[in-house]
């Protein structure tokens, strides 16, 4: 009788201790989800504050040359635009923007090691300075860089050299505060194929979900203000076709927002020979740029995941009217999903048709001070 007393007993206390035991693996599971939630949260808080922004395209991603050009300012002068001086970022502030997107190519500025060349480094450093010291967030990427490919036969190798370069990007800017964004990739996609822009395949989606996870691993192991930086993840091609934003996959990281590029509709906004008509009116005009906001509700917003439309924009058609309309709806249903949104502006004459550009950066003057004001004066 008293050894079954004891059995009971000595089953009781395992029983209780099992109970223990699960308790706290139960407390610690909700702490690190209640954390998340709190940190996408704040994630959320923080792509409201950049406001609304405008891409310095054309600068200090020119790519192309065989060799060596000169100065690292004759590579960001080499299609047609001047050399970027602080007085740029005063006007880009001053018209109420709040981020400015600097795109950047490095493969050219690399050795054969992959050895960023301390020149470039010290240049996009320089011009990162300038944009901080207008008070605007900066995102810097790696854009153009034809490297980057999503077979499974050249995956590998791609993710060493990204990894490589990010890690000399990230050391080099550890110090910088949370106002520094870095975005791993500029459309990643399976370039000259028959897919490259239609979605891509399970296995290049698979590979950029794979590629986006060693970047932020990456960054985050590279010390000072890296380990809760802001980081921006592509979708394949930076596309938002259903199966690509179904497929996407993020790391368990609190400090991590979507990005994708969007020119919709396509015939207005894109299409080299497309229509200058736009119209608020038109239900075929208004359609695509709210199932894109649906969208990406339901598969980031709702699940307080949040997401920048780093690339967005209109060609002039002679059609200022429309352009203004267009822009004024766009951003207003993007607000209303909480999401905020990146002009592209790759610069030259804006005045010329088929272009994107809203500033004459020779003159440091808006061309399109209504389309600014549109961007700009939409309610944070």
């Known amino acids: 009788m008293k050894r079954n007393q004891m059995t009971r007993q000595k089953n009781f206390r395992k029983c209780n201790g099992c109970k223990l035991a699960v308790g706290i693996i139960l407390a610690v599971v ?13 994630a959320l808080r923080f792509v409201k504050k ?3 922004g405008w891409n310095l395209g054309n600068a200090l991603d020119c790519y192309g040359s065989q060799e060596k050009i000169g100065t690292v300012t004759d590579y960001e002068t080499r299609w047609g635009n001047p050399v970027i001086e602080p007085e740029l970022f ?10 400015v997107r600097i795109p950047v190519t490095w493969y ?15 240049r996009v450093r320089q011009v990162v300075d300038d944009a901080r010291a207008a008070d605007l967030y900066v995102i810097i990427n790696m854009h153009h860089e034809e490297w980057i490919e999503l077979t499974d036969e ?27 964004l870095f975005e791993g990739m500029n459309e990643p996609r399976l370039t000259d194929s028959e897919y490259e822009w239609n979605g891509g395949t399970r296995e290049a989606r698979a590979n950029v979900n794979r590629l986006n996870a060693a970047f932020v691993n990456t960054v985050r192991s590279c010390g000072g203000n890296n380990a809760k930086r802001y980081l921006l993840l592509p979708t394949y091609a930076d596309a938002a076709q259903e199966e690509v934003l179904r497929e996407m996959e993020l790391p368990q990281d609190g400090h991590l927002i979507v990005t994708v590029h969007r020119y919709i509709p396509y015939s207005f906004a894109q299409k080299e020979d497309g229509t200058a008509k736009w119209s608020l009116e038109q239900k075929e005009d208004t359609a695509e740029i709210d199932e ?25 058609r002679g059609n200022t009217a429309e352009r203004v309309e267009w822009t ?12 905020m949104c990146i002009w592209w502006d790759n610069g030259g004459k804006p005045e010329e048709p088929g272009k994107y550009g809203l500033m004459d950066r020779e003159k440091n003057r808006w061309i399109y001070p209504e389309i600014v004001k549109e961007l700009t004066e939409v309610e944070k």
């Not at 909700?30 to 704040?42: D, I, N, P, S």
Request: charged letters at 30%; glycine letters at 10%; aromatic letters at 12%.
């Open 154 to 180: 050249k995956v590998d190798e791609t993710e060493v050299r990204l990894c490589g370069a990010w890690r000399q990007i990230a050391e080099y800017f550890a110090d910088y505060e949370e106002e520094l």
């Open 328 to 339: 004024r709806y766009y951003v207003r249903k993007a607000k209303e999903s909480g999401i």
């Open 90 to 99: 005063q006007t880009v502030k001053g018209a109420g923007f709040d981020t």
């Open 30 to 42: 909700a702490g690190v989800a209640l954390l998340r939630w709190y940190e996408q949260g704040e």
């Open 108 to 122: 050219e500025h690399m050795d054969a090691a992959g050895q960023i060349d301390p020149a470039w480094l010290n």
């Open 292 to 316: 894109l906001m649906e969208q990406l509700e339901t598969y980031f917003l709702d699940r307080r995941i949040p997401v920048i439309i780093g690339e967005f924009g209109c060609r002039n």
């Open 50 to 52: 950049m406001g609304n």
